[in-house]
């Protein structure tokens, strides 16, 4: 019972919103046995997301599941009118709300199925347990005149004799643009075509004008008739280029990863690639991992047992860790955005005694959990799953614009690509209380000639008054290692790809390197950790690599 039409994904796509732009999707995909289950909504939200990050400058995107009535209405009002941690839509320049799972008509009105509504048109209570469309609506006209683009993807159902479009054109804002894939009355396919082609027209950067795109509406393609209202809502929203990219270092950056000599010296050559992020080649080669059992600070004889490996195929790994500039550039959110879902995150995590992040550190509010802003400093409160999709919306960037040769992808480091980058290919006995202090930001070290509020001792319950102002610096302040890695130790922990064979479990992910909040024994080349894939901290960050699969994505 669900709606989905190409044609209305072009409106979204003649969209690129700027910097005060914020975005709510909910997709309802579980309801009550004997209603229709809407499993692909899960698959489609999550590319949606990256697209519109990737080609619209959404400041705030939340995306919510499976919502019951009360939360479904309680998130609704909260994105509109505000509550806690969001401000709603007022001074905003452009909103986008957007529904999928069923729906329907009754009377007069169209009503947005929560995901414990049962499906009985005629229920006594249906209006009780749906958000009527028309409550949304007036809670937007009474808040502000931010132009406002409103997609609903689902069936509106029912007795159209009964419904007057005249008065759901009346209800609706002048400053709302309002679309669904199907008219009154008509039930959509159980498989929506919406979602699929806005990803595709964002992905294509088929900006068109909203002219050219309602003219395109009523193409019968389908066998639908999609509803559109105020089209003309949204012409005066700015079209903007999102990614900053510079082609020459792009079109060098493709050259050489088409002619790369497998015999290029380690760290002998330094390419950029059009984001401007500077990456170092690795050869195929064989490494030890691991340390010996008598270096100072080493773990049990299970994590950092010596082990001979071979690292292939050959990979560039970047030069420094992914700073909030880059991330910015490419994902969309900032680190306050990201310091926020840590804060309401609910989770209780293994690697902080069982406790949620905001219990465990003690924080009042997202604002305790940001140390400084400044776009060159590593980016954190990341989790695994986050900088994969780094990587994936950086790889479909690069290829749609030519920069990236087809069969090449970014991605995060394994393991023992990491520690064999780090160790520059060369096994030595590490002892971080000589060979650290030139090299990475521990926390013996973190507090000196540190800018910006840091991290007060109360905060995390550390009695060490180094700790005070300690926090993240910006990257490539220290020397860095033989192949001209940047803060491979130390900064913050970098995030790894899981590795058959690793030992990590499937809901944990490893990372490396320690951390400026770290003792300098776990900034060791040797220090192997595990954390949730979900987790996010104020010290986790992660640096890229680019490997050569030979598989031709598609893109």
Known sequence: MRKRLPYFL??????????????LLVGNAKYPLGSQQLPEIRKEFPLLSRSLRSFLKFEHLDIQYNLD???????????????????????????????SGHGLIRGSQILLLPSDSKYHRNSPTMLLETCPLDQI???????????????????LEGDETQFELSKLTEDCPDNVCLVAPVSIGEQAPAKSL???????????????????????????????????????????VAKTEV???????????????????????????????????????????????????????????????????????????????????????????????????????????RSINQKTIRGYLGAKTPADLVLKKNPELPMYWVNCHEALEFCQELTR????????????????????????????????EFDYST????????????????????????????TDPAAERGGPHVTGLKLPNPWGLYDCLGNVWELCEREEGAGT???????????????????????????????????????????ETGVDLGR
Request: contains cysteine.
């Open 397 to 428: 960037i690069d290829h749609d614009r030519g920069f990236l040769p087809k069969g090449w992808e970014y991605g995060l480091p394994t393991e023992w690509e990491w520690e064999y980058a780090c160790r520059g290919g060369r096994f030595a």
């Open 194 to 236: 919406l979602n699929k082609e806005l990803i595709r027209c964002l992905k294509d950067n088929e900006l068109k004008t909203w002219q050219a795109v309602a003219q395109n509406l009523p193409n019968p393609k389908t066998g639908f008739s999609p509803l559109i209202i105020n089209p003309e809502a949204l012409a005066s």
């Open 243 to 349: 990614i900053d990219l510079d082609p020459t270092e792009g079109k060098a950056f493709f050259t050489f990863l088409n002619e790369l000599d497998p015999e290029t010296t380690p760290g002998g050559t330094k390419i950029h690639n059009a984001l401007g992020q500077q990456f170092i080649f690795c050869p195929e080669g064989r490494c030890t991992t691991g340390s010996k059992q008598d270096e100072k600070g080493r773990s049990n004889e299970g994590d950092e047992k010596p082990i001979d490996r071979m690292i292939t195929p050959k990979f560039l790994i970047g030069s420094r860790e992914i700073t909030q500039r880059e991330w910015k550039s490419v994902f969309r959110t900032n680190l306050t955005e990201q310091a926020g879902k840590a804060f309401n995150d609910a989770n209780s995590y």
């Open 10 to 23: 072009l409106l979204l796509s003649s969209l690129t919103a700027s910097a005060g732009s914020s975005a």
């Open 505 to 547: 479990g499937s809901a944990l992910n490893p990372r490396r390197g320690g951390s400026w909040l770290a003792d300098a024994k776990f900034c060791r080349p040797a220090q192997r950790d595990q954390i949730e894939s979900t987790f996010r901290f104020i010290d986790q960050g992660f640096r890229i690599c680019l490997r």
């Open 69 to 99: 009535a009360t939360p479904m209405k309680r998130e609704l009002t909260k994105f509109i009118i505000g509550a806690d941690d969001s401000e709603g839509i007022k001074g905003k320049d452009f909103c986008y709300l957007h529904f």
């Open 137 to 155: 609506l007036r809670l937007i006209k009474e808040h502000d005149d931010v132009p406002t683009l409103v997609v609903i993807d689902c069936c």
């Open 435 to 462: 060979d650290l202090s030139e090299n990475g930001w521990h926390l013996g070290n973190a507090f000196l000639d540190y800018e910006g509020v840091g991290l007060s001792r109360s905060l995390i319950r550390i």
